[in-house]
């Protein structure tokens, strides 16, 4: 069971160099773009020297979107970008996204939950996608 402030998808069919090029094809038909990229488990293992399964985080935004929940709340850059997480567990690649719903219960604001729900159904058919 996956934690209810994700959007997860099980991918057992992808490598997860196969699932990172698929996720990075389905976010820019959602108009989304890929900010950033850390390999976690690359920098874990230089930094502390630690092995651990591949794990990306992709930090993704749509420029409209961003736009718009920052005109409802300057302070919602703190949640930007969005991150995606690509990683290996147990041998199947995981692919995760913050869940935009959730995290924006800690705004009340007018339009925000609409906002939520409009960016959540962008990575939700990202997830189905794959």
């Known amino acids: 069971m996956h934690p209810d402030y994700t959007l997860t998808r099980e991918v057992p069919h992808l490598s997860q160099e196969q699932a990172l090029e698929r996720v990075k094809e389905q976010l820019a038909k959602e108009g989304f773009g890929v900010l950033t990229t850390i390999d976690v488990a690359a920098t874990l293992k230089a930094k502390l020297n630690v092995d651990r399964e591949p794990y990306v985080i992709l930090g993704a935004c749509n420029p409209g979107l961003a736009n718009r929940a920052l005109q409802v709340e300057p302070a ?18 995981v692919v995760q996204a913050v869940n935009p719903r959730r995290q924006f219960e800690l705004i009340s604001k007018p339009g925000v939950a609409e906002l939520a729900d409009e960016v959540a159904a962008k990575l939700e058919r990202v997830l189905e996608a794959l």
Not at 77 to 84: A, E, W
């Open 76 to 93: 919602v850059g703190v949640f930007l970008p969005c991150n995606v997480d690509v990683y290996q567990q147990d041998g199947k690649t």
